[in-house]
C-alpha cells in the first residue's frame, strides 16, 4: 500500500504541517494532555450515565450503587480523577500561555476562546459535583441558586420555580451530559482552528526571524502528535492507578438547611470572599478572578516593549499566584461556615 497515497486521499496529509522545535515539548504539550483528560472524562460520563438516575428520590442511591459495584466504582474512579488532573493540567496550561506570552497579538483572539473554554469547563466540572446529590451536591446547587437569585431576571432560569415540570437535578443533568458538552465541543474546535491558523507561539524573546528557523521542516504536528500520544499514555496509567487505588468518596444523603461541607478544590479560592461578605462573595470573587486573566491580553496590546511586558506580566503571575495559594490555605484551614440566609 502507497502510504503517501493513503494520506492524500484521507487527508491526513493535511497533519504534517511544520511546527516549531519547541512544540515537542511537555511545555507545549499541556493543552493536548487537558483535552485528553477531559475526553477520558467524556467516554466514561457517557458509559456512568447508563447507571445513574437523575431523579431526586433516586439519584444518591443510584450513586451509591455505582461506588459499591466493583467495576462501576473502578468507571466512577476513572471519571472522577480524568477530571480532576484534566482540570489540574488546564491550570498549569494557562499559566504556560500567559508567562510565555501566547495572548500577544495576533494569537489574542485564542486566548479569548481559551478563556471561553475555561468558564465551561468549570461549570461542567460544577454540575458533575451537584449530579451526586449527596450532601457536597445538594450544597453546591443551592449556592448556585442562590447566587443567581442575586441576578434577577437574568438568574431567573437557574431557580427551582421556572418550571414545574421537571426536578432541578434534571435541569442539571441536562445541562451537565447535553448543552454544556455541545458548547464545550463547538469552543474547542475554535479553539483548535485559531492554534492552527496563527500557529504554535513563539517563546519568550524569541524574534520572528528565531521562530521562522525552528520552522525547519523536521518538526511537524504528526511528530507532536506522537509526544501527545506518549504522554497521554502515561497519563492514562496514572488515571487508572489513582481511580484503582484512591475511589472517590461519597457525602451522606443530602440534608437540607445546613452545610456542613466545603466545595470541589477548583471552587476553593471563592470561599474566603464568600465568608467575608456572604453569596454575593462567590460573585464578586469570580469578577475579580475573571479580571485578572483578562489583564494579561490587554497587557500584550498596550505595552509595546516586549522586556517591559514580561516584566510586568511575571510580576502579575507571581502575585496571583501567591493570592491564589494563600486563599486555597486558608479555605483548607477554616471551619465550615454557613450561608444560606446570608442573601
Known amino acids: ?4 497515497k493513503l494520506k492524500k486521499a484521507t487527508g491526513l496529509s493535511a497533519l504534517y504541517y511544520h511546527v516549531p522545535r519547541h512544540a515537542n515539548t511537555i511545555w507545549y504539550s499541556l493543552g493536548g494532555l487537558t483535552l485528553f483528560c477531559f475526553i477520558m472524562a467524556m467516554g466514561s460520563g457517557i458509559l456512568m450515565s447508563q447507571f ?4 431526586p428520590s433516586t439519584a444518591y442511591a443510584s450513586v451509591k450503587y455505582i461506588s459499591s459495584t466493583p467495576g462501576l466504582q473502578l468507571l466512577r474512579g476513572f471519571h472522577f480523577w480524568s477530571a480532576n488532573l484534566g482540570f489540574l493540567m488546564l491550570i498549569i496550561h494557562m499559566l504556560r500561555v500567559i508567562i510565555t506570552g501566547a495572548f500577544r ?18 461549570m461542567i466540572y460544577f454540575t458533575g459535583t451537584v449530579l451526586r446529590w449527596d450532601q457536597e451536591g445538594y450544597e453546591a446547587i443551592t449556592h448556585f441558586m442562590a447566587v443567581n437569585k442575586l441576578l434577577g431576571p437574568i438568574g431567573a432560569i437557574f431557580q427551582e420555580d421556572f418550571t414545574l415540570s421537571t426536578s432541578m437535578l434534571s435541569r442539571v443533568f441536562a445541562l451537565h451530559t447535553s448543552a454544556l458538552q455541545i458548547i464545550f465541543i463547538a469552543i474547542l474546535v475554535s479553539h483548535i482552528f485559531y492554534i492552527k491558523y496563527f500557529g504554535i507561539s513563539p517563546k ?7 521562530y521562522q528557523v525552528s520552522l525547519d521542516g523536521k518538526t511537524t504536528f ?6 501527545l500520544g506518549m504522554l497521554s499514555a502515561g497519563m492514562f496509567i496514572i488515571i487508572f492507578g489513582l481511580a484503582a487505588f484512591f475511589p472517590p468518596g461519597l457525602f451522606h444523603a443530602a440534608k437540607p438547611g445546613i452545610e456542613v461541607t466545603k466545595p470541589a ?6 470561599v474566603p470572599f464568600e465568608n467575608l461578605i456572604g453569596i454575593a462573595g462567590i460573585l464578586f470573587g469570580s469578577v475579580i478572578v475573571g479580571a485578572y486573566l483578562l489583564v494579561f491580553p490587554v497587557l500584550g496590546l498596550v505595552i509595546r516593549g516586549e522586556k517591559t511586558l ?18 486555597m490555605i486558608i479555605t483548607y484551614i477554616s471551619p465550615v461556615q454557613s450561608h444560606f440566609g446570608s442573601h
Do not use: C, N
Open 310 to 327: 514580561f516584566r510586568t506580566v511575571y510580576a502579575i503571575v507571581s502575585v496571583g499566584l501567591i493570592v491564589w495559594f494563600a486563599l
Open 204 to 210: 519568550p524573546y524569541q524574534t520572528e526571524e528565531e
Open 1 to 4: 500500500m502507497d502510504f503517501e
Open 265 to 270: 478544590w477548583p471552587f476553593w479560592l471563592l
Open 105 to 122: 497579538p495576533p494569537r489574542t483572539i485564542t486566548y479569548f476562546v481559551g478563556l471561553g473554554l475555561l468558564m465551561v469547563i468549570f
Open 222 to 227: 504528526m511528530g507532536h502528535a506522537k509526544l
Open 52 to 55: 445513574y438516575s437523575p431523579s
